[in-house]
Nanobody
């Protein structure tokens, strides 16, 4: 099972990026998926998640209204559209597949499958 994240880069504050996560090895269309991020010296934190069954979403408070998670089941992929980026959004972003199909969990331990991460750097 592989999750491949892409789309990161260097961008000025106020700009937008769209992260993609492609899955290979199994189908994740019925599994809840999440995006996490980890800044230097900090713990990995939940950013956004989407349910595998209801397609309901959940977001970290600081990204609500700016980030949108979606999924493309035909592509076995999940996306994170990030608008109005801020310097504090700078981190390595990881996509992950949950062990649950309905609920969206926010803890690292509930996600057994992880991608390799993509760097997002927002300059002020």
């Amino acid at each position: 099972v592989q999750l491949q994240a892409s789309g990161g880069g260097l961008i000025q504050a106020g700009g937008s990026l769209r992260l993609s996560c492609a899955a290979a090895g199994r189908t994740f269309s019925s599994v809840s998926m999440g995006w996490f991020r980890q800044a230097p010296g900090k713990e990995r934190e939940f950013v956004a998640g989407i349910s595998g069954s209801t397609r309901g979403t959940s977001y970290k408070d600081s990204v609500k209204g700016r980030f949108t998670i979606s999924r493309g089941d035909a592509e076995n992929a999940v996306f994170l559209l990030m608008n109005n980026l801020k310097p504090e959004d700078t981190a390595v972003y990881y996509c992950a597949a949950s062990r649950y199909s309905t609920v969206v969990r926010t803890t690292v331990q509930d996600y057994p499958y992880w991608g390799q991460g993509t760097q997002v750097t927002v300059s002020s």
